[in-house]
DNA sequence: GCAATAGTTATCGTATACGATTTCGTACTC
DNA sequence: GAGTACGAAATCGTATACGATAACTATTGC
């Protein structure tokens, strides 16, 4: 259902084989560090690897997999280096597309935008953080798929997919910055209603995301261990 | 001869061909249109087609190419369309590279982006496009390739190939925007020089971009003319 | 003369096969 | 017992082959 305008065609194997892996990944049925072996993965799917092989180069360029000549790919890592420029690059990308989107963003999908936010108020009482992460994706949805950049769109669900594929890892939840989190969409929110200008969206959107980065950069320094590095 | 081996071990026949055929694309060879015929190419080469197909997948990511199923690969289009959405998107992410490199860039690189700048100033009298357009890609190398975010400079990097691989057709130079163009890179200079705040940098480039933008359309709009229809 | 259709050709998509490279386990030496 | 050398297994990388699909061409009917 993430998928960019599928023209409904007859996809390819290569194209299945892409799918599957990926939602795979995203899903998190193989986390970070799993290793992708064509052969194997093209039995499951019932093709050969050279469709396969597509696929997975196809998800290293969307930096999802790391591929490694004659040795093999494995689910691209939870390095804490790779997360900070993914959320770095996220929060430009992801601000622009938001500040795009705001002029094209109707009362309806406000309201909507709020309801989620609001459940994820809820999420809050009854600590249910896998919800409150699906429900942020909602919520951000809203705001930037109304972009008329299609590029940028592109390049927003691509981070998110990045950080997806993370979830079920170590960068989880980060408790205290959640609440903050949920006020700031609502920020957020009365800024597009009152159709503050594009700077103003995006700069807000944008340091929406830092925050995140940097309550998970606290966290991570107080922690002050290097659990992955390799 | 096209090949710069950069110090790498043996790369795969598919790594040549990408690096082959992206080349081919980005100096003009393979101009927009060109049709990529995987047999041609791969015997081009001397490798089978499975590699070159994967190497055109590849440049199909990047936005390159343009595949279609079971009928073949084009180099990607001028659609005026596509090239809002290239700048538009580049004028984000340069502003960004650009901001985060400044606090890394030395009073050298300043003066070498300078001298750089001077050039363009006289390739203005002798009208010299060519070089000019060449040295605006290193002066802005300069200023954002000390970008510490990889992911961001890899987007800003695609985004100059896919200008580059349209460089030779209708989308050229426009005469009365390149001396503020210059003007502007001076401009920019000083605010880096100063240490002039990270907003104030990204805004400035991302401004520079835009205006490069304004004015292709303006001269669209006045043009009116839909040349390559195809 | 033009449109529709059948046959031909060109090209892609994928399966299979095999050589190349790495990794892992085992035996041997010091 | 530790380290090294060798060999086997696993896996990747690419060539080749062939079926599938779309584009092209010639022919037929009107």
Redesign the pocket.
């Known amino acids: 259902m993430t998928e960019t305008a599928t023209a409904a065609g ?1 996809r ?5 084989a892409y799918a599957a892996v990926k939602a795979r990944i995203v899903d998190g049925t193989y986390s970070p560090g799993y ?6 993965i ?1 039995e499951d799917l ?6 396969v ?2 696929a997975i180069r196809r998800l290293e360029a969307e930096g999802l997999v790391k ?7 494995t689910v691209s890592g939870i390095d804490p280096t790779e997360y900070l420029y993914t959320m770095q690059t996220l929060s430009i990308v992801e601000g622009a597309a938001t500040a795009l989107s705001a002029p094209l963003i109707g009362a309806a999908d406000v309201a909507r935008a709020r309801a989620v936010n609001e459940e994820m108020r809820e999420c809050l009482e009854h600590f249910d953080p896998v919800r409150f992460t699906r429900l942020n994706q909602d919520f951000h949805s809203v705001l930037f798929e109304h972009c008329p950049n299609p590029h940028i769109l592109d390049l927003v669900h691509r981070g998110w997919n990045r950080l997806a594929s993370l979830r079920s890892s170590t960068f989880r939840f980060v408790p205290g910055r959640a609440r903050d989190s949920v006020d700031e969409h609502e920020a957020l929110l009365r800024l597009i209603e009152t159709g503050a200008a594009a700077d103003e969206i995006e700069r807000a959107a944008r340091l929406h995301r830092s925050a995140t980065l940097d309550a998970y950069l606290a966290q991570a320094t107080s922690t002050e261990q290097q659990t992955a590095q390799q």
């Open positions: 007859p390819s194997k290569s194209e299945q290793r992708l072996v064509l052969a194997k093209a019932g093709v050969s690897v050279v469709p092989r597509e591929f490694e000549r004659n040795v093999g790919a």
